[in-house]
């Protein structure tokens, strides 16, 4: 499914702020390292295949049918906006998500499943719970902002990424749903497919200038194994405000590899894309 707005859903900003302060109570988990440059992604399960805990999709059956985690149950809100909603006997998957300062390398999802997992959870909702002006979502070329309340189709298997590039503490509800017969049925509100991003959400970013450019292939002057995370995190970022033309994040850090001389930065780089983009092995 393409990446597009579904609708809207009248948040109770009472209820809500309630269960956002809720969550300071719950234990979120910090999956997916190799994918974050800044602070933590935090994720916690708010429904699983059985109901169980876990911190990442492969440590479930996805045959299982899907239940409220022990966690979800301190946000009584946010589980009836998602009964309310949603019919969730498609659901495999709910997870919350909270993120500040930091962006997620650009990459694509289910590049490690089997056909048969990627149809139990063929798609994926976000619904933005609280959100800021530097919180934005890169696909492909493209930023754009999801504003509060609203309901979102993401299409995983293009290039994306998350990024907030200040303070706020950006929270989503992800849902991961099964292929169904018809996508209306996942839906219990009005909604109406926008068919693509619409122009009110994208982010209107200036050229990126040819002295910025030039300063960022610089780093290819400090580049190293240490640092070369923080480095990617500055692209990145970069990349959330500025138009730095078509692939601008991996065409730019391939570029820096190649100026720094430097063997091992080249194949880290070349490693970290093929890890986040092409296929997905477990170490
Ligand atoms: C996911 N993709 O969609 C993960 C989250 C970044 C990579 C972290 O489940
Ligand atoms: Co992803």
Redo the contacts with the bound molecule.
Sequence with gaps: MRTQLIGKLDLDRTRLAQDLEATFDINFAE??DE??CGRP?K?AMLMTPGGGEGS??SQFDPSASADFTADSQHLPYIQELIREHFATEHITFV?L?ALTNSV??P?C?YVELSEDDKSRIAH?VHIVLSTGEDAMFNESDSVYRMKEGEVWFID?TKPHS?GVVGETRRVHL?I?VADVADIKNLFKFDHELSGGIPEANLCDRPELADGEREGILALSRIIDEENIMQVLGLVIKKHYRKDGGPNFVWSTMQEIARLSDDERIVKKVSDLYRH?NLERIEK
């Design positions: 999956p997916y994918f974050v992604w994720s990442v999709l997870r998500i997620l390398v990459h999802d994926r995983v998350a992800l991961d986040t």
